[in-house]
């Protein structure tokens, strides 16, 4: 009579939730029911008492939904964090949600006695290890309480939504909101997936700091800037600038083009010649194993040099690949959007094209100001009354190429772009063309 009852109970849940499917991890002695819609493919990938693994396809896309109701007990939660070991996950995009029943640090609780370090200390080292982002949820501080009263009542924030890079970089937008507690101890999660509404207009140009490591880079780039433009001054700098920016593009296409697709096609390769030589020796066979070895490296090199670039983070190439460090602190990057704005006028922006005409506005009309006469500032009090000789004849005079040289170089590579798109590394090799090309070398700096 048993799996009768559970048939009867799951299908009063779907018409009672207005749902067309529905799944429970029941017969494994676990709580937790899924329903979805007919519009969704929903595949049962892995089930134990502690979590339902499921791939959800809608569409051209996919990712793995894990959906967790953890043991309170400490051991059996070690169980659930080994089952879920992102090296024991598959390729497609992760989202890990559900009450975890524990939480990140002592201040995700108030009141009720703190909760064992070790614990704690096991739920932080499965995040890190899997590189996962514990999406920030708007409403409440506190996902649960225990409904004691007085002194006795405790809350703590065991309710997360965890997404890996993959899913985040299609979602950088992805958010998570605790709806008030009404008949359950825990809030009800509401996760939202939106578009990116910040991805709109021609992607901005970057010089990628792995085409500087390329042998072709240096000759293609005198190419470009080789060739004559009417103007003088500054003029020219610029103008040479936008032509190598056009230049490099494309460039970039022919030469890089995706690297993920250059690493992919060649792992494969690899992993085919190893399997030949494996059932077979053979000295062509293993030269060309050497071969694409060495373009693979080459290959797995630039990417993490872009992810790099791209993460804005200082980093050291190890043994060991970054790319799963670098695609975490990418995401996370994508997420740190400016979503209001509010001038000294008091007039608000509240989305991304609303604040970026506000910007071209305010701009346009400043520089068409540029003309008009406006009171300065007065710095008479940052400047001291006196100063030497030495110091008037050094703060006075040209600066020459080397001490130019010796400031660029300074700047570290990983620095951000600037508004022409180029990074540091990139603005003192262009100037270096330039004033190789200029008759007053020191003058065009400035």
């Known amino acids: 009579m048993e799996p009768f009852q559970n048939f009867v109970k799951a299908q009063s849940y779907m018409l009672t939730l207005h749902f067309d499917n529905v799944i429970s991890n029941e017969e494994v002695g676990g709580k937790i029911w899924v329903v979805w819609m007919n519009d969704l493919n929903v595949q049962i990938m892995r089930m134990t008492s502690q979590f339902l693994s499921l791939r959800i396809v809608e569409g051209q896309f996919q990712f793995l939904g894990n959906f967790i109701y953890a043991k309170c007990n400490m051991m059996d939660r070690r169980v659930l964090w080994e089952d879920l070991r992102w090296n024991s996950m598959n390729e497609d995009p992760c989202l890990f949600a559900g009450d975890f029943n524990i939480i990140h640090t002592n201040l995700e609780r108030r009141g009720g006695r703190p909760r064992p370090i070790a614990a704690m200390d096991d739920f932080n080292q499965w995040i890190h290890e899997g590189g996962l982002i514990d999406l920030s949820a708007q409403g409440s501080n506190f996902s649960w309480c225990n409904g004691q009263s007085g002194l006795a009542r405790a809350w703590a924030k065991l309710d997360h939504v965890l997404l890996d890079a993959n899913l985040l970089s299609l979602f950088p937008t992805a958010s998570c909101l605790y709806l008030p507690r009404t008949i359950s101890d825990h809030c009800p999660m509401l996760v939202e997936f939106l578009k990116d509404p910040y991805s709109y207009g021609p992607p901005p140009f970057r010089c990628q700091q792995m085409w500087v490591e390329h042998p072709e880079f240096i000759d293609f780039v005198k190419q470009v800037w080789s060739v004559p433009v009417v103007g003088t001054g500054l003029v020219i ?20 083009g995706r690297t993920n697709a250059h690493i992919e096609s060649l792992e494969a390769k690899v992993e085919g010649l190893e399997g030949c030589l494996q059932r077979e020796w053979d000295i062509d066979a293993e030269r060309e194993l050497v071969v694409a070895s060495d373009e693979l490296y080459s290959w797995r ?4 040099i872009r992810l790099a670039q791209m993460a804005k983070i200082k980093w050291n190439m190890d043994d060991d690949r970054n790319s799963k460090f670098f695609h975490v602190w990418l995401a996370n990057k994508l997420r740190k959007r400016i979503k209001g704005m509010r001038t000294p006028d008091g007039v608000e922006f509240n989305s991304p094209e609303e604040i970026h005409n506000g910007a071209v506005a305010y701009f346009t009309n400043f520089l068409k100001n540029t003309n008009q006469s406006r009171a300065l500032p007065d710095l008479s009090d940052l400047i001291l009354p006196v100063i030497d000789v030495e110091d008037c004849t050094c703060l006075c005079h040209i600066p020459s190429l080397d001490e130019v040289t010796e400031a660029l170089s300074s700047i570290p590579i990983n620095s951000s772009p600037g508004p022409d798109g180029f990074g540091a590394a990139s603005e003192v090799l262009f100037g270096f063309f330039y004033c190789a090309n200029s008759e007053d070398r020191c003058a065009y700096w400035f």
Do not use: P, Q, T
């Not at 190598?244 to 460039?251: C, G, H, Q, S, T």
């Not at 090199?301 to 993490?304: A, G, L």
């Open 237 to 256: 700098l610029a103008c040479k600038l936008k032509k190598v920016k056009v230049a490099l593009r494309e460039w970039n296409k022919r030469v890089f």
């Open 301 to 304: 090199r630039r990417e993490d």
